[in-house]
């Protein structure tokens, strides 16, 4: 099954008075229980186009759906500038439902524990691990994802006190905690050296067979793309091929 369908998706940014098409009518499927990598250069739309299947950012034309739900459906995405107001709330709880995801820079809560931080996402509202999971089963659910990524024992520790790989660790478990069935990461070894690189790139590709969680990588870094099961090639905002 297609977890995650583009229909002809175009995203134009005005740059002063030129238009720079990012993305130009972009069509693909990624189905569930994925490893997929969308490649190629800097520059080539890779990165927006990871944005607007994470509904972050608005597509000025065509369809994104995710698990089913034909996200902007009824919006008339040529005359928006932004995101409408009144569909906001619907995105946000769209990404609860489907989306985690996983940031080159980590973006960790640096006044936050290890633990603090991968347990955060369950404060903030609906998602499939509060709409399945008692407070007690989420505490167990953090403690395995902590176990899993190998920090059970750092889970006290603050960002400051960790290496980048393992800063990136826990990123990743933060990113599972929600259970969602959708994991996207922008580049997600750029900042971190061959070895802590190659070990993360492990780690993502067996939680990815053990979970069952479908990844998509925004990416140009060749280990990756070869340990991808689907790799979807971009160049200057155009489709190249599967």
Excluded: C
């Excluded at 998706?9 to 069509?27: G, H, L, N, P, T």
């Excluded at 996983?102 to 960790?108: A, G, H, P, V």
């Excluded at 709409?131 to 024992?153: H, I, M, R």
């Amino acid at each position: 099954m297609a977890v995650i369908e583009l229909k002809n998706v175009s995203k134009i940014y005005q740059m002063d008075k030129v238009q720079v098409k990012a993305v130009d009518k972009a069509s693909f499927k990624i189905e569930e229980g994925e490893f997929a990598a969308l490649s190629g250069p800097s520059g080539s739309g890779k990165s927006t186009l990871l944005n607007m299947i994470g509904l972050i950012d608005l597509p000025n034309s065509g369809s994104i759906i995710l698990e089913g739900t034909d996200v902007y459906k009824g919006i008339d995405l040529e005359k928006s500038k932004k995101v409408p107001f009144k569909i906001d709330s619907k995105l946000t709880e769209l990404r609860r439902a489907h989306l985690g995801f996983i940031f080159q820079t980590f973006n960790l809560i640096p006044v936050l524990n290890v633990w603090e931080n991968v347990e955060f996402p369950l404060s903030l509202g609906k998602s499939p691990a509060n709409d399945t999971l008692s407070p007690a089963e989420k505490k167990d659910w953090v403690a395995f994802l902590l176990e899993t990524v190998g920090l059970s024992d750092w889970k006290d520790h603050k960002p400051s006190e960790l290496s980048g790989g393992q800063r990136q660790r826990v990123a990743i478990a933060r990113a599972l905690v929600t259970k969602a069935p959708i994991i996207l990461a922008d580049e997600p070894t750029a900042n971190l050296d061959s070895k802590n690189g190659d070990q993360i790139l492990e780690l993502m590709k067996k939680l990815n067979q053990d979970l069952k969680t479908t990844f998509v990588f925004s990416t140009h870094d060749a280990k990756i793309v070869a340990l991808s099961d689907h790799v979807i090639k971009i160049r200057d905002g155009k489709i190249q091929g599967e």
